[in-house]
């Protein structure tokens, strides 16, 4: 099966208590799609600058990642500083370049248009919108936002909302949107929006997902050395994502099991800067440590 995936490829400047990483390979695209590939074909649908490493462009295609679709403009690379302390669950933006992203206008071809299943990372609604408007009866649409957007393009944001299939948040950005500081009752409220599945990210406290009026959470994989938690919501997305664009029929079941890769994928995502670690990432890693969760868990 066929994935679209609209969303920031970027170079990221990353600082952890483990070390700095400058200029490497980032963006919520890109973390998506090196998680869905091990699922489904993904196509990317971005923008880059003229400053953009081959290289970077090579090892995406090297992943198996149509990447037709990534336009590259005339200026900057959309670009992201932070750093990381404590406890790493938060980063500390330090810099952000929009770059060619400020005048972005997601272009793909007519084959890209018949692609059912969908996924919108977190970039400006309007721009999820228009390209959400150019393709053909799609089967699963999925959308990820962030606080800009809630706070600056909420009407566009509840535009797009309500013609999402699965929502995925982090909790602070759930408790925007709903109004509700309680994590569940935040969820029952988005779910009211329009799509039917909910998903609450919480970093190392795990996910809660809500569904046909049903509740599942689950822990995240204890990591035993965290280096970087940059795109980890966007991998556990991938995960997710690339799991339901696999299965033929989505139900409570093939859900949970979802969740439980998407888990896992971020779980090895956090062990490297950037995507060092989903470089190298194989399915057999994948399996042998969603077996050793399912124990852990005691999930059937």
Not at 194 to 208: A, D, R, S, T, Y
């Amino acid at each position: 099966m066929k994935l679209l995936a609209l969303g920031t490829v970027a170079l990221d400047t990353v600082k952890t208590p483990s070390g700095k990483r400058c200029d490497i390979l980032g963006g919520s695209a890109t973390h998506f799609a090196l998680a869905a590939r091990f699922f489904a074909d993904v196509n990317l649908v971005s923008v880059i600058g003229e400053d953009f490493p081959r290289r970077h462009l090579d090892f995406l295609r090297a992943k198996g990642l149509d990447i037709s679709s990534v336009r590259k403009q005339g200026g900057e690379s959309f670009r992201w500083s932070g750093e990381y302390t404590g406890d790493l669950n938060e980063a500390i933006t330090l810099n952000t370049h929009l770059g060619v992203l400020s005048a972005f206008s997601p272009e793909i071809n007519r084959a890209q248009r018949r692609i059912k299943n969908i996924f919108l990372a977190n970039v400006d609604p309007d721009i999820q919108m228009k390209l959400l408007n150019r393709i053909q009866s799609p089967r699963l649409v999925a959308l990820d936002t962030m606080n800009y957007w809630i706070n600056n393009k909420r009407e566009s944001l509840f535009r797009i909302l309500k013609k999402a299939d699965i929502f995925l948040a982090n909790d602070a950005e759930a408790r925007a949107i709903s109004g509700e500081r309680h994590l569940i009752n935040a969820a029952k409220e988005l779910k009211k929006i329009g799509p039917k599945i909910v998903l609450v990210k919480k970093g190392e406290h795990g996910v809660i997902a809500y569904f046909e009026n049903s509740i599942f959470s689950l822990p995240a994989y204890p990591v035993e050395k965290l280096v970087d938690p940059t795109g980890a919501g966007d991998t556990f997305a991938g995960g997710f994502i690339g799991y339901l664009t696999k299965v033929r029929k989505i139900n409570k079941n093939t859900i949970k099991k979802a969740v439980v890769y998407g888990t896992i994928i971020a779980s090895f995502n956090v062990e490297g800067f950037g995507t060092e670690r989903a470089s190298c990432l194989t399915l057999k890693e994948i399996n042998d440590r969603v077996r050793k969760f399912k124990k852990l868990i005691h999930f059937k």
